[in-house]
């Protein structure tokens, strides 16, 4: 991505690259991280989470659902897996600054935990509760799918695949009785398979991990998104900072 941070923090270094369609940030823990944290990428500390909406609705970006389209300029907020961090420290502030995003829910995990990061030698978070998510929807928010249990999907064999897309729909679409059209990758994790078992269960949009801009001619079902998470210093930052230069 040329000159461009590897991570959103900010929309500075971010600002052209937005201009040229519709960018999409991805969250996942709006909490400070634990000592013990094995990726620490993972999660947001709240008043960075407000910084980094405040300074797009300064902006003037508006915030829609993920997708090719919308005015300009505007900004897709995701979250992935459905902490409950984002419903007691993030909603607050998107009320605050009349952010709405979408929440991509494991079907199979409301009100339980993150195990399939304990599996991974990482730490389990508590994830939202049915009341939560319907608080979360009642703010404007809206809700996708992030399959039932969070497989890598490529690694599992087609038929549990298509099992954790199709079903995971239906599950979030029966319990909170509203249309389910948006899909996330677990992990970013796809294939050509995959993302023909997404089109086929009939969702409209799926996101990945990949990094970029999404226009006419990225594909729906594979929108790319920014990591938004906190700034890094590399010792080329470090020294631009101190001569003074995209400061």
């Known amino acids: 991505m040329g000159s461009l941070p590897d991570y959103y923090s900010e929309l500075a270094p971010f600002a052209a690259h937005f201009s040229r369609g519709l960018p999409s940030l991805c969250y996942h823990k709006i909490e400070a991280p634990p000592r013990h944290a094995r990726i620490k990428g993972l999660y947001l500390s709240p008043d960075l989470f407000v910084r980094q909406i405040r300074g797009l609705k300064d902006a003037g970006f508006a915030f829609v659902p993920p997708g090719l389209a919308g005015p300009a300029p505007a900004v897709a907020i995701t979250f992935d897996d459905g902490f409950a961090s984002n419903w007691e420290s993030a909603l607050p502030g998107m009320k605050d600054t009349g952010c709405h995003a979408i929440n991509f829910l494991v079907a199979d995990r409301i009100g339980r935990s993150s195990d399939w990061e304990s599996a991974e030698g990482g730490e389990a978070r508590p994830l939202m509760n049915e009341t939560q998510i319907r608080e979360w929807m009642a703010a404007g928010n809206r809700i996708g799918a992030h399959t039932c ?63 970029g801009i999404n226009d006419s001619n990225t594909d729906p079902l594979r929108l790319k998104r920014w990591t938004a998470r906190y700034p890094t210093r590399t010792i080329g930052s470090l020294i631009r900072k101190i001569l003074g230069i995209g400061f």
């Open 149 to 211: 249990t969070h497989p890598r999907l490529t690694r599992i064999s087609r038929g549990q695949a298509k099992e954790e897309i199709v079903s995971s729909k239906k599950k979030l679409e029966d319990r909170f009785a509203v249309a389910v059209e948006h899909f996330a990758y677990p992990f970013g994790d796809y294939d050509i398979g995959v993302v023909d078992l997404v089109r086929d269960a009939g969702f409209k949009t799926a996101s990945t991990m990949d990094r």
